[in-house]
């Protein structure tokens, strides 16, 4: 773990997590957190040492060497009933949490939303290329189950991704059922489908022209065959059954270029399913919240307007 101090909270909570209890309030200096699995995690992991957190360039404040899959959890001080699934982008090699996650889950519990800020598994670590998969429908199996201790409607409960972690929100709320593991315990008894999905520069699709990106070399390899390209892209699973989505793209983004966005959400609108594209002009890549002159800062109050549209959270006024 990153620090002794988290450690202990980490322990802390695996007692209760095991036991069945309520999480406590921890103090601000050790967040809460939930551990996924009792145990050993599935997914043939051979991570050793410590996390490492990045200090300098496009890693700066990203996590790495993850062993122990959890959610670090933002209660609002005023619930609004709805809870999201945030996980970060970096290509499953890391975890942009300072640039993405973290900041997404402090906006989202100011407005009310308990959040679920995932610290997942990565290939790249030594893991299985599914066990990120099966960290975040473990996720949302916990969170629904638990959904009372939270105040949260078992029915309003969401996963927001950025750029890989886009492609993992993706997948959690397009391929809910698919068995990445196999339990029995009390968690496995709810579906871990998510009732709305946020996709921040998501990589949709590993085939060309699309087929560059670090998340296709993590996840499939190198030399994937189509079918192997096929079954890890979204749209092949994007059908009228998918939880209703908003897309939001930059024109200018080298990595995941709009047309990523624009494919999912034309499958999805040809499948009948409810989809929502947000395509600015700029912001490149990697943008989490924006800054304050970049007119893509604005997705976050465009995302709040559709949640009141679909009634996730009340319209104002009510």
């Given amino acids: 773990m990153i620090a002794r101090r988290g450690l202990l909270a980490g322990g802390m909570v695996l007692a209760l997590f095991a036991g069945g209890l309520p999480l406590p309030a921890l103090a601000a200096a050790a967040p809460e957190e939930i551990l996924l699995w009792p145990g050993t995690p599935p997914g043939n992991g051979r991570v050793t040492g410590p996390e490492k957190i990045g200090t300098s360039g496009a890693g700066k404040g990203a996590v790495s060497n993850v062993s122990t899959p959890r959610m670090r959890v933002y209660r609002p001080a005023v619930p609004n009933g709805a809870a999201v699934l945030v996980a970060g982008g970096g290509g499953y090699f890391r975890i942009q949490l300072q640039k993405e996650s973290t900041p997404a889950a402090e906006w989202l519990r100011a407005r009310g939303f308990t959040v679920f800020e995932l610290i997942y ?41 950025f750029s890989a972690g886009g492609h993992l929100a993706g ?108 395509l600015f002009r700029n912001g490149g890549h990697g943008w989490g919240l924006g800054t304050a002159e970049q007119v893509i800062s604005q997705w976050p109050a465009l995302f709040e307007h559709w949640a009141r549209s679909l009634n996730i959270i009340e319209k104002q006024g009510e």
């Avoid at 969170?143 to 409607?153: L, M, P, S, W, Y």
């Avoid at 579906?191 to 087929?211: I, N, Q």
């Avoid at 996840?219 to 908003?246: F, M, N």
């Fill in 121 to 161: 598994r990565l290939p790249n670590d030594g893991w299985d290329a599914s066990a990120p998969f099966m960290d975040a429908q473990r996720a949302m199996k916990i969170i629904r189950t638990r959904a009372g201790e939270f105040g949260v409607d078992p029915a309003r409960i969401g996963v927001m991704g």
């Fill in 171 to 278: 997948f959690t709320a397009y391929q809910p059922d698919r068995a990445f593991y196999a339990g029995a315990d009390a968690y496995e008894h709810v579906s871990a489908r998510p009732d709305f999905a946020v996709l921040l520069f998501p990589v949709v699709t590993l085939r060309k022209p699309y087929d560059t990106t670090r998340t296709r070399r993590e996840i499939v390899g190198d030399k994937a065959s189509a079918k192997a390209e096929a079954a890890w892209s979204l749209d092949t699973w994007a059908s009228k059954d998918a939880p209703p989505t908003i897309i939001f793209a930059a024109a200018d983004d080298p990595t995941t270029p709009p047309g990523h966005g624009i494919l999912l959400f034309e499958t999805l609108v040809a499948a009948g399913a409810s989809a929502e594209l947000h």
